[in-house]
């Protein structure tokens, strides 16, 4: 005498239901920001302590000299890693997102003058190196349209795979070194301020990564 096995929630047809999808997706997004904020917590605390120590160090040494510029570039990168950090908060939702207005020239000026950018043209320009081994070039373009910002970072390499395309915002999907969080990153930052992140690539001809925001009521 044959018996019908019971159907099963993890194998045969019902392992691929949209809820049990939905069920692994939810756990593996909650597995990331577990991490994510450890990761940060683990960053942060000897981060502390380096800019106590830097802003002791800075009261002891005369303004201008050349120890104390030293000094201020340290604590400039020590405050830019405490942003990432940040960012990955945000994106892990681990905290509110830190909304305001900001001069979009200031920011590219910054990082095509000082090289201490912005994050998302951190990430933006990273990518781009990272797009010419061989050399090449990177060009940062700025525009208004209409009631927009729009930066645009166009580089001249190979361009993006077409088999990665579709996915290159999502976490962890990179294939040059590194974690694949930088642009998932700067997509979410670019949503948060109300604008977009969006690409343009053909194989062998480079890639435009352009960022529109809303301009402030002043912006000009």
């Known amino acids: 005498m044959q018996h019908a096995a019971a159907a099963s929630p993890f194998f045969g047809a019902d392992s691929a239901t949209p809820e049990r999808e939905a069920l692994l997706e939810a756990g593996r997004l ?11 917590h683990e960053i942060n605390n000897p981060l502390f302590g380096m800019l106590g120590l830097v802003d002791l160090l800075l009261a002891d040494l005369a303004p201008g000299s050349p120890d104390h510029d030293r000094l201020l570039l ?13 960012a990955l908060l945000r994106f892990a939702r681990a905290e509110p997102n830190d909304i305001g207005t900001f001069s979009l020239h200031r920011i590219a ?11 998302v043209f ?23 349209d209409g009631d927009w910002a729009v930066a645009s ?30 642009l ?11 604008g977009d992140l969006s ?12 960022l529109k925001l809303p301009l402030a009521g002043d912006e000009s």
């Open 184 to 194: 998932a990153a700067s997509f979410e930052i670019a949503r948060a301020h109300g």
């Open 122 to 144: 951190l990430s933006l320009l990273v990518n781009a190196q990272q797009a010419l081994p061989a050399g090449g070039t990177a060009t940062i373009r700025l525009e208004r």
């Open 30 to 40: 909650s597995a990331f920001g577990e991490l994510v904020r450890g990761l940060a």
């Open 74 to 86: 340290v604590r400039q990168s020590g405050l830019e890693i405490k942003e990432i950090t940040h």
């Open 153 to 182: 970072v166009t580089d001249t390499g190979d361009g993006i795979d077409p088999s990665i395309r579709k996915h290159l915002f999502e976490p962890f999907t990179t294939t040059k070194a590194g974690t694949g969080l930088g």
């Open 109 to 119: 000026d910054e990082a095509v003058q000082l090289v201490r950018l912005g994050q």
């Open 199 to 210: 690409f343009v690539s053909s194989v062998g001809t480079g890639a435009t990564f352009v």
